[in-house]
């Protein structure tokens, strides 16, 4: 089965400064999950930005469901970053818009009618707990309700491949065990989720791989379930 | 009962250069308005004008005889295409020439040419050869003036005002272009961050150029509005007041009213190209500085 993912050989520098990241192989298969982990500054955070599109690499091929993304026009990159949700760190909400029209964002570009997701955005938004927050700005709002805004932005589109960066660092350990509770339940229904995380008694919660970046490499230890490779 | 939530403007409204860039346009909407008015009005005036000056001739008799300019009249009334003639009295010649002579130095005995005013049922038919020929069989000794000359060069004033004006518009356009082209880029620098976003949850290059292109054509079209309207009571007060300087205006005020339409697409044409040409910054922009 090819993956739905693949890094091979990349190396990223910024500028001309030195490689941040070096020879990084990867293989994501659809449907897996799994957890990057590794100190800060190791990388996480350039490594994602990588694979959702936000960077090229200096060099060594991003292969993203089945189409070498450094050959594809900006066009398809906007289709191919459709297929992505991301969970930022620094959350990138839109602090002119509203929790609904934050979360409705990745919706407005499908070409889908307002309507016919005005509610599939209202019902998420009471999942995570903000169903009374429609209407607010995200500058109103707490670090643990940001992040869930920036979460339910990130699957509400029901992407091929879900990205979160440290997507429990600002919420409490029940609010925190609640939307790993999410990213599993996407992972069952296909999802392929890859989450970045500091916090080593969550990633052990999970029977999953995990993929160590330490100083600008990439290791890899196989979970119960053997979703991906380097 | 809950409002209905209605889509957001994905680019903020309360950008802090759009009050300073709507003052800008709108002053170049108003300029640009002030030329395109004038030289409408002047195109359309002097087409007036020479209308005009087509449909009459003049036909004067040398000796000065009342008889002999009689004669003429009679036989240009009887000419085809003549709808009126009737002749000047050396009174009214003498008062043509005073501003020269002044009113006190014509002698009585001075022979002074008399005018015969013809008014033609159709432009430029019958013409000034068949008159003057017709008038020469009759035995009169008469020049035909079909004011061609003056025509000519009403013409080349028309075409005159109508280059310069031409050159003015273009110059403003240009001017808007590169100030809409200087925004635009300022616009994607200061929402680098939201443009980022927007690109990450799959939003295409058009589709980010498009929301820049719609924000200027609304730019326009408000300060727009402003600067046509200011144009629009400018010329208006020019041509009702009575101002010196509008003098050529006042001559033919109805033509001028007529012209004011003008205002209404001078607002239209700035939007449109605030618009695109936004849109095809943001476009360039982002392929050669975004990932």
Known sequence: ????????????????????????????????????????????????????LALRPSRGFVQLFGRDASLASRDELALLRRRIGVVFQGFELLNHLSVFENVALPLRFTGKRHDSYKRDVEDLLSWVGLGKMLDALPDTLSGG????????????????????????????????QRLMRLF?????????????????????????????????????RAGKNKGGRT | MKAERKKAALLPNNDERDGPLFFVMTIFVFLA????????????SVAHWKQALRSEMT????????????????????????????????????????????????????????????????????????????????????????????????????????????????LLFTAMIAITGFATRAGLAAHKDLVEVLHLVGARDSTIARLFGQKFVILGLKSGAFGAGLAAISVAGLMVGGVGAASFMQVEAQVGFGQLWVLLLVPLVMAIVGGWTAHYSVLNNLRKHHQ
């Open chain 1, 1 to 52: 089965m090819s993956p739905i993912l693949s890094l091979s050989h990349i190396g990223l520098r910024y500028g001309n400064g030195p490689e941040v990241l070096q020879d990084i192989n990867l293989e994501l298969q659809q449907g897996s999950m799994q957890f990057l982990t590794g100190p800060s500054g190791a990388g996480k955070t350039s490594l994602l930005r990588l694979i959702y």
């Open chain 1, 145 to 176: 309700e940001k992040q869930r805004v920036a979460i339910a932005r990130a699957v509400v589109a029901k992407p091929d491949i879900l990205i979160a960066d440290e997507p429990t660092g600002n919420v409490d350990p029940q609010m925190g």
């Open chain 1, 184 to 220: 599993s339940e996407l992972n069952r229904l296909g999802t392929t989720v890859l989450i970045a995380s500091h916090d080593i008694g969550l990633i052990e919660t999970f029977p999953v791989d995990v993929y160590t970046l330490v100083d600008g490499r990439l290791s890899f």
């Open chain 2, 33 to 44: 308005s002030l030329s395109a008015v004038s030289a409408a009005i002047a195109v359309q």
């Open chain 2, 59 to 170: 036909v004067q008799v040398k000796n000065g005889n009342p008889e002999t300019a009689q004669q003429a009249v009679e036989i240009l009334r009887k000419m085809p295409g003549v709808k009126s003639a009737y002749a000047g009295t050396r009174e009214e010649a003498k008062q043509l020439l005073e501003p020269w002579l002044g009113s006190q130095n014509i002698p009585d005995d001075l022979p002074i040419p008399i005018l015969v005013y013809v008014q033609l049922e159709n432009t430029g038919y019958p013409d000034s050869s068949k008159l003057a020929d017709t008038l020469a069989e009759a035995g009169l000794h008469v020049s035909v003036d079909d004011h061609q000359r003056w025509a000519k060069a009403l013409s080349r004033s028309a075409q005159s005002v109508q280059l310069l004006s031409i050159a003015v518009l273009a």
